[in-house]
């Protein structure tokens, strides 16, 4: 059942990138050196003295600061980036002029095959992808689909990867309003050769990304001596450190200046400014903020594996069929099952229901602060034609989610390595 909206029509995703002309490249170029005025930053190239476009450019993702540096550091060439809807929120012409292609969080989109194929054969330019699909919430790897050795695969073309330092401290998805002094690092190499591409397998071009694109900012942190001394850098933290250790309350976290402490049992942690954390009293359970992450993320795992896993509360709905408002949808309900996503409401009279399937996702997009509706932690729920950014009546819960969808897609791969382990075994 779909939503009862007066205008029907929807954003065209499958409408082909425009190619990016020299001054529009330029001009971004441009743009983008200003944007970093005052901001310490260096690029490193290796490997990249006989690289030329076309090629696909894979890039972690910690704040919008990476485009900036992504095209300076690729000029002359121009990128088509993949990107999301909300990066079109008002500035549809902008975005289409910058050559970027749209596409719904988590969704499989068929015509991004096509628009692929545009850009590399028929442009000659590079493909700019961020495969880990949303900002870093720790500073370490996400996880990243499978389907990516397939598109690499059969585009043909030389992979390059850039991975950025520092972007993430200076600017944490969880507090991205209070920007710390840090330095910023892109290292570029590249990482399959086109003609190497030819001889590899799908599972063996998935495991050579995987290893270009590990990183962790707070081990980067250590290793160069960054001292984070702003008095509020742990200000947000426990958005993403929902869960108290000492006592395993969940959505009890709280932070302020330099601690994230529960406000179940009281425990206080502070955050370094080397990024370790140390107890105030008793033991340090973890050292690092993403030890504490993984932690957390295993104690999800371990729900869904015993069947004690469920999620259901009343949340406010917003929608994004087009890309200059986003729609007040009101009240609904949305609940999250091994099964997948069900969101459910009533729109101008007439019931909606939304569902998306455990299979169909590889992750989920969480906003925390989220700037272009109000500033609470939200959920995106997307489908081909339509997102839907549900802000939960519970506090502090959609990390979870996020795991939550994330383990689930693991165990589903591992299933299938099994199967086909198996059944090779038996052949």
Not at 39 to 51: Q, S
Not at 323 to 329: A, N, P
């Amino acid at each position: 059942m779909d939503v009862n909206y007066k205008n029907n029509r929807r954003y065209d995703t499958d409408k082909p990138p425009r190619k990016v002309g020299k001054f529009i490249n330029f001009l971004i170029y441009t743009l983008s050196k200003i944007a970093l005025t005052g901001i310490d930053y260096k690029i490193e190239k290796i490997g990249m003295e006989d690289v030329k476009a076309p090629y696909i450019y894979l890039s972690n993702h910690m704040y919008f600061v990476d485009f900036e540096i992504n095209a300076i550091a690729n000029y002359p060439y121009s990128i088509n980036n993949v990107a999301t809807i909300d990066g079109y929120y008002r500035r549809p012409f902008l975005m289409e002029l910058a050559g970027c292609i749209c596409k719904r969080k988590f969704t499989t989109d068929m015509s991004l095959f096509a628009s692929i194929r545009k850009v590399l054969d028929e442009y000659g330019d590079i493909l700019g992808m961020y495969p880990e699909a949303r900002y870093t919430p720790i500073g370490t790897t996400a996880i990243l689909p499978e389907s990516l050795g397939i598109m690499i695969k059969r585009a043909g073309v030389d992979v390059v990867v850039g991975i950025h330092h520092g972007n993430y401290l200076h600017t944490p998805f969880w507090n991205y309003r209070k920007k710390r002094k840090v330095p910023l690092y892109l290292r570029m190499e590249k990482i399959i050769d086109k003609e190497e591409l030819k001889e590899m397998s799908v599972a063996e071009i998935n495991e050579r990304v995987r290893n270009a694109m590990q990183y962790n900012e707070y081990t980067y942190q250590k290793e160069n001596n960054i001292h984070i001394t702003e008095p509020f850098r742990a200000e947000g933290l426990h958005k993403v450190l929902y869960q108290c250790p000492h006592c395993l309350t969940e959505s009890k976290m709280n932070s302020k200046g330099t601690k994230i402490f529960c406000e179940e049992c009281g425990k206080s942690w502070e955050l370094t400014e080397l990024g370790e954390l140390v107890a105030e009293d008793g033991v340090t359970e973890f050292a690092t903020p993403p030890e504490w992450f993984e932690w957390e993320r295993k104690q999800v795992r371990r729900q869904l594996e015993d069947g004690t896993y469920h999620f259901e509360d009343e949340v406010e709905v917003y929608s994004l069929p087009r890309t200059m408002r986003f729609e007040k949808l009101g009240m609904g309900k949305l609940t999250h099952t091994t099964e997948g996503f069900t969101l459910t409401g009533n729109y101008r009279d007439r019931d909606y229901e939304i569902t998306r399937n455990t299979k169909t996702l590889y992750g989920v997009h969480v906003e925390y602060d989220y700037c272009y509706i109000k500033p609470h932690d939200c959920i995106d729920i997307s489908t081909l034609d339509d997102s839907f950014y549900c802000y939960p009546k519970k506090q502090n819960v959609i990390t979870k989610l996020s795991f939550a969808v994330e383990e689930m897609y693991d165990m589903q791969v591992n299933e299938r390595r099994r199967r086909k382990s198996k059944k090779e075994g038996n052949e």
